[in-house]
């Protein structure tokens, strides 16, 4: 039962706090962990992710070897697994990142300018949203890679397209909702400008479904980074991400299955963690939902 307030005459209902259930808590923790040790992969590995040795290649987790303990194994060339994991959890996660945020700001503009002008411009803007979406991320992402080649700022672009059209629909839903609100009605009759609606009005009212949405994005990107980096088409040696990780193990399952399993294990953890996340954000932010 929501407790209510009275002020006056009218009650004001308080909003429903919906306290984090302790998987949410594992999840959250384990996504700070994950951000920390991307900003201090510097610090945290114990030798560089490209030195190699071989005479400890393929050796398995626990194994001392010139002086040099490898607490997850080597790989084919006696690369430190735990050194390549940390540097390619910062490589995986920038790109991730990085890739959600400019698919958000791009499809959260797109929304306000189909929201504002209606008209042709929605008509257009709404029939791109409707084709992007019916072309699958990862097909577009391949095509796009075949004709243009691969670049580090052409690859970030490529996992932003994934979901900008969802961050379009909501920001169009959104703002054609607010905008008939009697405040905007009312700060338009005072002379406000359209920037400063949209900015001072409209943008603080819709941004927490906005990153409600980017978390529940965020998954879907980094898996586009890491199916890519596993085909070979996202980051290429000598770097490293948690995908190229994953597709260089695949050929050694049977002998050294340490491998692929680890870079794998991070990329389920990280995705269902902040899937978990997001839900959460999700319902604390409905004022409809009655889920806890």
Do not use: C
Not at 122 to 141: E, G, H
Not at 144 to 158: K, P, Q, R
Not at 175 to 201: C, F, K, M, W
């Amino acid at each position: 039962m929501s407790a209510s307030l009275e002020i006056g005459a009218v009650p004001v209902a308080r909003p429903r706090r919906r306290s984090m259930s302790p998987v949410v808590k594992l999840s959250a923790g384990f996504l700070i962990l994950v951000v920390l040790v991307a900003i201090a992969a510097d610090w945290l590995a114990p030798i560089h992710y490209t030195t190699q040795n071989l005479l400890a290649r393929l050796k398995p987790p626990l194994t001392q070897s010139g002086g040099t303990t490898y607490w997850l194994g080597t790989d084919q060339l006696g690369r430190d697994i735990l050194s390549r994991m940390i540097y390619a959890v910062r490589t995986s996660i920038l790109i991730a990142v990085m890739g959600t945020l400019i698919g958000a700001v791009f499809g959260t503009l797109l929304g306000f300018i189909a929201a504002r002008m209606r008209g042709v411009v929605d008509q257009a803007i709404m029939m791109l949203v409707d084709a992007q979406a019916a072309i699958p991320a990862l097909f577009l992402a391949l095509t796009m890679l075949a004709f243009f080649g691969n670049t580090i700022v052409l690859f970030v672009i490529l996992v932003s397209i994934d979901g900008w059209d969802r961050y379009t629909r909501l920001a169009r839903g959104l703002v054609a909702s607010e905008q008939e609100s009697d405040y905007i009605n009312a700060v338009e009759a005072l002379g406000a400008s359209t920037p400063r609606v949209i900015l001072r009005h409209l943008l603080p009212n819709i941004v927490a479904a906005l990153v409600v949405q980017a978390t529940l994005n965020f998954p879907g990107t980094i898996l586009l980074e890491t199916s890519l980096s596993f085909l070979g088409l996202g980051v290429q040696p000598p770097g490293t991400s948690l995908g190229l990780m994953l597709g260089e193990g695949r050929r050694y399952l049977l002998n050294a299955w340490w491998i692929a399993v680890f870079p794998g294990l991070v990329i389920f953890l990280t995705t269902l963690s902040m899937s978990l996340f997001g839900d959460w954000l999700r319902d604390r932010f409905d004022p409809t939902s009655e889920r806890h």
